[in-house]
């Protein structure tokens, strides 16, 4: 995870299916080419969705994606580049 | 030996000339074909929808807004009930019912008590906070942010005795079947909901 540093942050925290791709879509709409989005989300279905829409989105990629512990809950961030 | 070579070779060369032309033949057909089924790549989806609960409004708008993100063409053809989700003031007022539905936690014969499905709705309305769902004006607006034709049967308004001015601005009024029907042929999905 480190080992990409990310342009903009979106929080989708609380929130759950659709919102965290609908909003994904649009924050990644907002970047530039070669740009890193992280999404940081409490849904634990955003895992196979974000993945699942990355792939079949074109001039987008999944670069990471880890589950990870934050204040004891537990947080799915994702690195998605605009390409 | 020689007669023996010659023969096939100008068979051959018979046989060339024929495949050539079969080969431009079918290249002439292939390059058609693409061009009618028009394939860049652009997915659509239709959807009917014809549900007026508050559970049976998820479904719909969670599809269209998902698939406008995938950045898929999508239309949702909305009528009878369905047009209660457009409906800017009903739509914020949809009920569960609590009749008929076997997930209820409760018999038929208490669920059809006047207010059951008033207690139901509660119920579902809380749960969709708690969760972080969005409510069904939220996806509404973010649907049609995102480019999906919400559109409402013209026949139905009619019938409900609507008002075109009373559902969400943006949504798409004066269309029927035909125009449903167009959309669906042409959509890699269609689901009626």
């Given amino acids: 995870m480190s080992t990409y540093e990310p342009t903009e942050t979106l929080d989708v925290k609380g929130l759950s299916c659709p919102m965290p791709v609908v909003k994904t ?12 989005l992280q999404v940081v989300a409490t849904d634990s279905g955003s895992m196979s969705d974000l993945k699942g829409w990355a792939d079949s989105t074109d001039g987008v990629s999944m670069l990471d994606q880890e589950e990870a512990e934050e204040d004891g809950d537990a947080v799915f961030r994702h690195l998605i580049q605009k390409e | 030996m020689s007669s023996d070579a010659d023969a096939p070779v100008d068979a051959g060369a018979a046989s060339v000339e024929d495949l050539r032309a079969q080969v431009q033949a079918l290249q002439e057909e292939v390059s058609d074909l693409r061009e009618a089924t028009d394939d860049d790549g652009q997915k659509s989806m239709t959807i009917i929808a014809t549900k007026g609960t508050l559970d049976m409004a998820y479904p719909p708008l ?7 993100a995938f950045g898929w ?55 969709i906070q708690e969760n972080g769902t969005a409510t069904v ?11 999906v034709d919400l559109q409402a049967c013209q026949m139905t308004i009619e019938l409900m005795g ?3 001015a009373e559902f969400y601005d943006g949504v798409t009024t004066g269309v029927g079947a035909a125009t449903a029907l167009q959309h669906m042929a042409d959509a890699d999905v269609q689901l009626m909901i």
């Fill in chain 1, 25 to 36: 879509r649009g924050a990644v709409d907002d970047l530039e080419s070669g740009e890193i």
């Fill in chain 2, 62 to 68: 969670i599809l269209a807004s998902t698939a406008a």
């Fill in chain 2, 73 to 127: 063409d999508v239309v949702v053809f909305h009528t009878f009930w369905g047009l209660d989700i457009l409906h800017e003031k009903k739509s914020k007022n949809l009920k569960l019912s609590a009749v008929g539905n076997p997930s209820m936690p409760m018999p038929n014969a208490v669920a059809a008590l006047p207010f059951m499905d008033s207690v139901a709705t509660s119920m579902m309305e809380k749960k």
């Fill in chain 2, 137 to 147: 004006e939220e996806l509404i607006e973010t649907s049609l942010d995102m480019g």
């Fill in chain 2, 162 to 164: 609507y008002d075109e």
